[in-house]
C-alpha cells in the first residue's frame, strides 16, 4: 500500500470510527415520543372521495374512551399467543409471505406466535366451494370460520388466522371478500389470492405489504378496534386494494393506545423491533416513521 492510499485508510477509518460515535451518541440521546407528542407527527384523515370507504360507509370511528367503555376482547394471561396455520396447497413465495407476516404480528402486537401445521382443503367440502362467473375456484369463507377454525381454536388462542391462496367469498351474494373474521370467537381466514404474484420480482414487496397490512389491521378488529378517523392509520377501512395500497402499515396515536391498553405491550420496545422489520423489508417509509417515533 503506498502512503498516499495508506493515509487515505486512516481517515476513511478515523471518518467511520467518527460516524460510529456520533450514531451511537444519536441513538443515545434519542427520545421517544410519548403519546402526546405523536399526534404532532400524525397525518390527518383524508377528505373522503367518491368510492372511499369512508365516503360509502360514514362510520363514526371509535376514540380510545369509547373503545375502553365498550369492555374490548383482550390479550389475557390465559389467552396471549397467535395462532397461524396455512390452509390448502401454497406456493413456497407464498409461504414465505406468510412466514414473514407471522414474525410481523408477533412484533406488531407484541405477543408469541405459533404457527401449526397445514390444513388440506379437503377440510372444505365441495357445496363450501364454488367457481366464480370468471373461472377461479373459490372457498367459504364464513364456512371455514365457523366449521374448520371455530372448532380448532387453541383454549390459549389470542387469535387464530389461517391463511389460503384460494380466492374467498363470505356468502353467496357477495362476488369476493380478501378476508373474513368472527372477531368475538378469535378466528379468521385471509387470502392472497388477491394480493399480486410473489414469484414476481417487481411485485413480492407489494404482496408482502398487502398481506402485513390485511393481517394486522384484522387482528386489530379481532381485539375490538374498530375502523379509525382520526388520522392515516392502519385501522381506517378500505374499499380496494387502491386504498389499502395508500393506508399505512402502523398505527395512530389513538389506535396505538388501544393495542397498549389491549397486549399491554412495551410501545417503545415494538418501535424499535417494528423500525428493523420495516428497514430490513424494504419498507422504508414505515420504517422512517418509527425512527420518527423513536426520536432519531
Ligand atoms: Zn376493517
Ligand atoms: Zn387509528
Given at each position: 500500500m503506498n502512503s498516499a492510499r495508506l493515509s487515505a485508510s486512516i481517515v476513511l477509518i478515523f471518518l467511520s470510527a467518527l460516524s460510529a460515535g456520533f450514531y451511537s451518541d444519536r441513538a443515545l440521546a434519542a427520545k421517544p415520543l410519548t403519546f402526546n407528542e405523536l399526534k404532532s407527527i400524525a397525518q390527518p384523515f383524508p377528505e373522503p372521495q367518491p368510492g372511499s370507504w369512508q365516503f360509502e360507509q360514514k362510520e363514526p370511528g371509535q376514540t380510545f374512551s369509547q373503545y375502553k367503555a365498550g369492555r374490548p376482547v383482550l390479550a389475557t394471561a390465559k389467552r396471549k399467543v397467535i395462532y397461524v396455520q396455512i390452509l390448502g396447497r401454497m406456493s413456497d413465495s407464498q409461504k414465505a409471505v406468510v412466514s414473514k407476516t407471522v414474525e410481523y404480528l408477533g412484533v406488531f402486537y407484541g405477543l408469541k406466535t405459533q404457527t401449526l401445521p397445514p390444513l388440506d382443503s379437503s377440510v372444505v367440502p365441495i357445496s363450501a366451494r364454488r367457481i366464480h362467473p370468471m373461472g377461479q375456484r373459490q372457498f367459504n369463507a364464513t364456512y371455514i370460520c365457523e366449521k374448520v377454525l371455530l372448532p380448532r381454536c387453541p383454549e390459549d388462542a389470542a387469535a387464530y388466522i389461517a391463511f389460503t391462496a384460494e380466492d374467498l367469498f363470505p356468502d353467496p351474494e357477495w362476488n369476493f371478500c380478501f378476508g373474513y373474521a368472527l372477531y368475538k370467537q378469535r378466528v379468521g381466514v385471509w387470502s392472497l389470492?388477491?394480493?399480486?404474484?410473489?414469484?414476481d420480482p417487481d411485485e413480492v414487496k407489494t404482496v408482502l405489504r398487502r398481506t402485513l397490512r390485511i393481517a394486522s389491521h384484522e387482528v386489530g378488529h379481532m381485539f375490538s378496534m374498530r375502523h379509525c378517523i382520526a388520522y392515516k392509520c392502519n385501522m381506517n377501512g378500505v374499499n380496494s386494494l387502491e386504498e389499502a395500497d395508500v393506508t399505512p402499515l402502523y398505527l395512530c396515536p389513538e389506535c396505538l393506545k388501544k393495542l397498549n391498553f389491549a397486549t399491554k405491550v412495551d410501545y417503545v420496545a415494538r418501535w424499535r423491533k417494528l423500525e428493523k422489520f420495516y428497514s430490513e423489508n424494504g419498507l422504508e417509509e414505515e420504517a422512517l416513521f418509527m425512527q420518527k417515533c423513536l426520536g432519531l
Open positions: 389470492a388477491r394480493n399480486g404474484n410473489p414469484d
